[in-house]
Every structure is written in C-alpha cells, then in structure tokens.
C-alpha cells in the first residue's frame, strides 16, 4: 500500500446535501476544489438515503439557491411532475436528483470528486487543519488543504479533527429552551440515555401495482377472501388507514417512499453504536435498520394484498443492499460541531402569532449576519409519543407552513479551528434546534453558504472567523446560477422582478424588513406571473373559503377540491376573499393530497 500526496485549496469530505452543495459553491467561486465521498452516489437525503419528498423551504419565497436550482431542476427532469404525495408539495426518483447532481460536479472542471474513499485519519496542527488521510482503490492519500469543510451527514471529520462538538441533549437550565428536557429528568430519565439522537430510518421503496388500494382491510379479507392477519404494524395505519399510509410518499411512476414515523420503520435502538470506531458495532446497527425496514414493507405488502411490491430505485453497485434499499440510512442527527455561534430553539421562533419571523441574527453594529433561510416546522423523531415542542407554524395559502429563521454565518465555522467549515446538519445548533435545521432544503443553501465562504476566504487570504458577512451574502444574492436569500420575506418569490433589489435593501437596512416578513421598502408597482410550470391547467368554478385559512375550488360537477397555494401573490389575493365566488385559474392537481396547487389567477383576473 503507497502513500501519495496532494494539495487541494478546498477540501469537502462527505457526500451529503450539504457537502455536495458546498463544493460547487465553492467550485463556481473560483476555489479549486475536491470532493471526497465514501460511495458512488452524491446528495446524501436528498438521493442516497431515498428522502425524496423534501420538508421545509416549500413555499415560493423560500425556493432560492442550490435548492431553489435543483427543485427547477427536477420539474424539467421529471415527465410526471412534482406532486405525486401528501407529505410534501415534491416527489421524485433517487435517480432523477443524482443525475442532476453529477451533471452539476461534472460540468465544473475546478471540481474533482473521489468516490469509494474511506477516512482514516485528520492531521491537526494548533488551531488548523493540516491534512485529510484517505483510502482509495488501495492506496493511501494524504491531503492537504486551505479550508476543509465536513459536508458529512454524522460529521465524520469532527472527532477525528478534536474538533469539540457536541452530541446528544442538552438540559432546558443550558439555554432556557422551551422545549428542552430540565436537569433533572436528563439524570434520572432511560429514555434520554436510550436516545441519545433523533431516530434515523432505512428508507425502503415501494411500489404501486394500481393507482388505487383494491383490497379493503376493514373487511378483514383479501380479493381472493383470504383473511388478513393483524400484522406487527398495525399502529402504523392506525391514524390514517392502510392506503393514506403507504402513499405518504409516493413518487413517480408509482414508487413509494417508506419513511413512515408512526410506528413505523424509524429506528431507536443502539443509536450509539454509529459514533463510535467500532465497524463492528455500526455494521450490527445497519443490518438491524434495514431488517426492520424491510419487515415493515413487507408487512405492508401482506395486508395490501400486493398492492404494494418491492420498488427498484437504487443501482446494484458493489456493497448495495438491494435496489429497494437506500444506500445508506437517513440520519436526522449526529455530532454537532460547536461554532462560533449556536442556533439555538428561540433563534426559530416567530417573534408573534401568525405569519412572523424569527428575530433576524443581527450583530453588535446591527448589520444582518444571515447566509440562509429555513421554515420547517420544529420536528422531533423518537418512540413513543410526540415531544411537546414551542409552535412555530401558521397558516398560509390554505395550508399549514412553518414560520422563517435565519441561519448566521458564525454558526458554520469552528470555535477552535480556523479554517474548518461544517455544510451538512452537523453545523452548531442545540440538540431541540437540529429538529428545524436538518432538512434538506436549508442544508442545500447552508453548503452553498459554506462553499462560498470557503472561496471567499482564500481569494482574500482572510481567516474564516475574520471574513466580512457581507462579501458572503452578496456573493449569495448576486449568485448568477442559484441565487441564494438571506433575508426571510415572507411576500417576494424567487421569480419577483426585484427579488434581488430587495433582499439587499435589506442588508443595508435590516429595518426595511417588517416584523410580519413583508417588505416595508418604497411600494413598486411590479407584478409578474409564476414561470409556467409543467402540468399546470386552467381549472373553473366556485371559491369557497372556510373563514379559517381554508380553501376549496367547487367544480360544476359539484367536486370539491382543497385548494392551497406556494406563491405569495395568490396567498394574498386568497387571504382576502370573504364570500364564494367564480374564479379561473391555473393550477396544478394532485390526487393524492388530493389537492389543487394553485399557481395564480387566470385571464382578466389575473393577479
């Protein structure tokens, strides 16, 4: 076995959203860059780990950067369309999302990527990172770097690093949050032993023979009369019965997304044994993970009477599981790396009830220190009942949206080391925070964050803790192939003719941005329509609010569908519409919401 050497001004290990976000953003910026996975596949959850209806960032004003690209991106890829479930306003196929990501790598010739590689070792000298030690096709490389970026989904490079970090609870009395365990109950509780992180799943995919359910499990029988025995998973279905269960997430051409949190396939137990240098250990916790996923999805093909079948979505590359079984696991949490900053629960909460923001990081001069935008809705996964968590959501365009946040840059960057940027989920939030902040989206635009920061540092010979914010949020926004916001406007979409006019406004004058999110700016008389999307129609009939942030459009035939919407121009038209009347307008069906996703009002009475 040889040693070879190398130098790279960019170093990003791990294939995660995030990481893969980061080296191009940092490729794009000028920064030779290389990009070290452990498999084949690039994206983390959004592709290796088949999470592909994506939480958070849904509505159109959220929809910017990598992850507003790559969401454009999978409308033009995928012939069926977007809205294909009920959990999320997006679905697609494993391998959609991965062909646009190597397209992306591939097309940038100051960005390497290595797969198949394994870590072995990170070299530290004082307060920096020297050198990366991999393993590849039999040889050892040591890396050198200028800026090293863990873009992994446990923050691989952390411990190996002595990096200090954190993992696990942390008590209510640490940061007073609402919705944090107290002192107490984390000493003297099992439970908080026994789960030590948020629960991970083995996505399994599925696939549908029809477009409908033909057995009914409320008759105890399978077309054929076979009587259906109870099954281990019963509790599963028991909320929304066996069909609403099993197309949670479905996605196109009928494969299904088994990802299901209710007594489910997610996984609480031996978590640890996935932090620790034991490949033992962490091999015994793969293999029970995908046992168990497999047994609920065939459980669930048992009681459907073969409705549902095993999917293949994943390739058959050496060390796969099967081409039903995500390459790796999704993991909701692993070690958080301690920043120069913590986002912590209060950073997410709505200021007011209602359509609000969180309060915007600002540092002591008052200028905004933002480099991205979330609004899921805190989400925490672990056995038993749900944890009671501070409300963080409204109503908006007829359906429920979690209020924004902002991320600040200094949460990304090492309290101890100079030049280590962390991209994925394991950047410095607390442990009830991470439920917020490890989506998919908000991790697309946090890697770009980083990539640029990455660039930015070594084009200006500045240390990461010492770069001006503002040459990353300006590089953000002025981004020619995904520009990325950093400012949480609840009332200008991604496609707004002054979307970037405005968000630098506010950067200037974070006052311009109101405490409900809207723009308090000089009003401009602009109005543009969304950008066509495929499978959008002309849809006629009757309106019909609920008077509580309810919609229905009532078809002639005397069909009601729930209508809701992603763009902020109809939200408001909508918000202020008392009484049922007669309405065009284009929109999008789904039937398994079933729901009618409106994009904006059509002809003469267009917004």
């Not at 930015?456 to 981004?479: G, K, N, Y």
Request: glycine letters at 10%; aromatic letters at 8%.
């Amino acid at each position: 076995m040889t040693t070879q050497t190398c130098h790279s001004p960019v170093l990003v290990w791990g294939g995660g959203t995030g990481g893969v976000a980061a080296a191009l953003q940092a490729a794009r910026s000028g920064a030779n860059t290389l990009l070290l996975t452990p498999g084949r596949w690039l994206g983390g959850m959004v592709s290796t780990a088949g999470v592909c209806c994506p939480d958070g960032n849904e509505l159109a004003p959220w929809q910017t950067g990598l992850w507003g690209a790559f969401l454009r991106a999978l409308y033009q890829t995928e012939p069926d369309g977007l809205d294909q479930n009920w959990v999320s306003c997006f679905g697609y196929r494993p391998t959609t999302a991965e062909r646009i990501l190597q397209n992306w790598v591939q097309l940038l010739p100051n960005l390497q990527w290595w797969a198949d590689c394994q870590l072995l070792d990170v070299e530290r000298s004082r307060s920096a990172v020297q050198a990366v030690l991999i393993q590849r096709a039999g040889d050892v490389h040591r890396i050198s770097c200028d800026v090293v970026i863990d873009g992994s989904d446990r923050g691989d490079l952390l411990p190996l690093a002595h990096a200090p970090f954190r993992f696990g609870w942390e008590a209510q009395e640490l940061w007073q949050e609402p919705s944090a365990p107290g002192e107490q109950r984390l000493k003297t509780e099992s439970f908080f032993l026994e789960q030590p992180v948020q629960s991970p799943t083995w996505v399994v995919m599925g696939q549908l023979k029809s477009d409908r359910l033909l057995v009914d499990p409320a008759s105890g029988l399978d077309p054929d009369g076979t009587p259906l025995l109870p099954h281990p998973f019963e509790q599963a279905c028991a909320a929304f019965g066996l069909e609403r269960t099993i197309s949670y997430g479905r996605l196109p051409g009928g494969l299904v997304m088994l990802n299901w949190p209710l007594h489910g396939n997610d996984w609480h137990r031996g978590l640890e044994r996935a932090f620790v240098a034991d490949p033992k250990a962490e091999q015994e916790l793969m293999t029970e993970m995908q046992a168990h996923s497999m047994h609920f999805a065939d459980e669930l093909q048992r009681c459907s009477a073969g409705w549902l079948t095993r999917g293949e979505a994943f390739p058959q590359e050496a060390g796969s599981p099967a081409p039903w079984l995500a390459a790796m696991p999704y993991w909701r949490e692993g070690r958080r790396m301690i920043g120069l900053q913590t986002v912590i629960e209060q950073d997410l909460l709505p200021q007011t009830t209602g359509q609000s923001i969180a309060a915007l990081p600002l540092n002591a001069t008052g200028a905004l220190e933002s480099i991205a935008v979330g609004n899921y809705a805190n989400d925490h996964h672990y056995p038993g009942s749900d944890w009671p968590l501070a409300p963080k959501s409204c109503r908006w365009g007829g359906r429920w949206s979690g209020t924004p946040f902002c991320i600040p840059y200094q949460a990304l960057v090492s309290a101890e080391l100079d030049n280590l940027l962390t991209a994925d989920k394991c950047f410095s939030t607390s442990h009830m925070a991470n439920g917020a902040t490890r989506l998919q989206p908000l991790i697309f635009n946090v890697g770009q964050a980083a990539g640029a920061a990455a660039a930015l540092s070594i084009r200006h010979r500045r240390r990461l803790a010492d770069l001006p914010v503002r040459l990353i949020q300006e590089l953000l926004i002025e981004e020619p192939t995904a520009p990325s916001g950093i400012v949480p406007l609840w009332d200008t979409a991604w496609h707004h003719p002054s979307w970037q006019k405005r968000q630098r406004a506010c950067l200037d004058n974070p006052e311009l941005l109101g405490a409900d999110g809207c723009w308090l700016g000089q009003e401009e008389q602009v109005s543009m329509a969304p950008p066509p999307q495929p499978q959008q129609a002309v849809w006629s009939g009757t309106l019909v609010p609920d008077h509580n942030g309810g919609y229905e459009l009532e078809l002639v035939s005397g069909r009601r569908w729930p209508l809701i919407t992603l763009e902020p121009e109809l939200s408001d038209w909508l918000a202020n519409q008392e009484r049922p009347q007669a309405i065009e307008l284009l929109a999008v069906a789904n039937a398994w919401g079933p729901w009618l996703r409106g994009i904006s009002l059509h002809g003469s009475r267009g917004i």
